[in-house]
């Protein structure tokens, strides 16, 4: 994986500035407390390295490498700590997790597997329980066959517990509630993390990247490097039903202003390959309701089945929103494969990642789709020699990468804390 001039320049430019990076980071983190944990997927075009997605309830910890997983339990045992200090709450002995309910989704229960298994290596008693009418105990059986129980919840007062009798200290939700939260984790005396209040039933990808580009371009200012490399162009178009052909012509008027832009800083920055946009569901997740378009034409050809899946997002929800946003191209190919980087933390802590590749698809693709394959990436794997003059241990994609990941991460710090502070 050859390091590209643009990498090889942010890195540079990282280390040069390293001590006024570190304190732009601590200040930032210090007003918007990071999520309690997140993953980011992200997209390298050479010219660009930018995220597509942040993730607040992520499912993949059986992802992470095992050299990575084995620092898991430090970090989130320090990250805990940390929230407790932060509420002036104790530090919990019990954890309980309410994850997603697919029971059938062995490699989403893999997930629970390790991460349930990090929690009880930092020290902490974990139990699985689903909100669920259903009054069933489930014994599952993951992808490579590794067993996990889940129980039920019952709510007693302002405390949550489980049909087993457990009674949490603190709860820890791996459920993005996309059709709303329930109503039993209102009112609750127990903590929970993260915030049920931005699932993606009330959370929008454009009021994140909102966040990102001006916290972003505020970074990149610091250090030198030109905020274009490293933001994203992103468009909200509200009250649109592609079934009903409502809001479509301000999705086709919207996607062609942003055309002409895109031409317009391509042509400035000599990039030679045409501009392609991503529609997606402004709330949404798992890969649904996103068409990659290269021509305005293909918004006013969409057959019937397009206009299907781009009205449907996860657990059947509809699609009222939609997000036009910049495509951005991947230069990361394994195996032969198109990939892409996704890295996971732990509060401003990176834990590690993984490389999703697709045999189905091309650089330009939405790859969290049919055809998908994932890869262990250890940060160790990332580390590149640079170009003579610069320090060859310097773990250059890591550098990128995770700093990238840091700067999505901190963008939904705010998200966070604007959502916190209005329920107040």
Do not use: M, Q
């Given at each position: 994986m050859a390091t590209s001039q643009l990498k090889t320049k942010f890195t540079s430019q990282l280390f040069k500035h390293r001590n006024e990076v570190q304190e732009w980071f601590g200040r930032k983190f210090a007003e918007y407390p990071p999520p309690f944990y997140c993953s980011v997927d992200i997209r390298d075009s050479g010219e660009k390295i930018a995220p597509v997605d942040c993730n607040l309830f992520p499912a993949g910890f059986n992802n992470i490498c095992e050299v990575d997983r084995e620092v898991s339990p430090r970090l989130f045992k320090d990250q805990i700590t940390k929230l407790a200090a932060l509420h002036s709450i104790s530090i919990p002995e019990k954890i309980l997790i309410i994850p997603e309910n697919h029971t059938e989704n062995k490699f989403y229960l893999e997930n629970l597997y390790y991460l349930r298994t990090i929690l009880e290596e930092a020290g902490f008693e974990v139990e699985l329980a689903r909100h669920s009418d259903d009054q069933t105990n489930y014994d599952l059986t993951s992808a490579s066959e590794k067993t996990i129980k889940e129980y039920f919840i019952i709510r007693e007062g302002n405390q949550l517990k489980t049909s087993s009798g457990f009674s949490p200290d603190w709860i820890i939700l791996n459920n993005d509630f996309s059709q709303g939260f329930p109503e039993f984790l209102v009112g609750l005396t127990q903590p929970v993390f993260p915030t049920f209040k931005l699932?993606?039933?009330?959370?929008?990808?454009?009021?994140?990247?909102?966040?990102?580009?001006?916290?972003?371009?505020?970074?990149?200012?610091?250090?030198?490097?030109?905020?274009?490399?490293?933001?994203?162009?992103?468009?909200?178009?509200?009250?649109?039903?592609?079934?009903?052909?409502?809001?479509?012509?301000?999705?086709?008027?919207?996607?062609?202003?942003?055309?002409?832009?895109l031409q317009a800083e391509y042509d400035l920055h000599g990039v030679t390959r045409k501009p392609a946009l991503f529609i997606k569901n402004d709330a949404g997740t798992y890969g649904m309701g996103i068409m990659v378009i290269e021509s305005i034409e293909e918004l006013k050809t969409m057959n019937r089945r397009t206009k299907n899946k781009m009205s449907m997002g996860k657990n059947k929800s509809s699609i009222d929103q939609v997000l036009v946003q910049e495509g951005i191209p991947t230069t990361l190919t394994v195996d032969g494969l198109t990939s892409e980087p996704v890295i996971y933390m732990m509060g401003q802590a990176l834990i590690g990642g993984f490389i999703r590749s697709n045999s189905e698809r091309n650089d330009m693709d939405n790859l969290n789709s049919q055809g998908m394959l994932f890869k262990k990436l250890c940060f160790k794997d990332l580390s590149e020699s640079l170009e003579s003059g610069v320090r060859k241990e310097v773990p250059t994609l890591e550098a990128v990468y995770g700093t990238i990941a840091k700067l999505s991460a901190l963008a939904a710090a705010i998200e966070i804390k604007n959502a916190e502070g209005k329920s107040k």
């Open positions: 699932g993606w039933h009330t959370r929008k990808k454009s009021t994140h990247f909102e966040h990102y580009n001006a916290l972003t371009t505020e970074f990149c200012n610091l250090i030198g490097l030109e905020p274009w490399h490293c933001t994203i162009e992103s468009v909200p178009v509200a009250h649109v039903n592609f079934n009903e052909g409502t809001g479509i012509d301000r999705v086709i008027e919207t996607a062609d202003a942003l055309f002409k832009k």
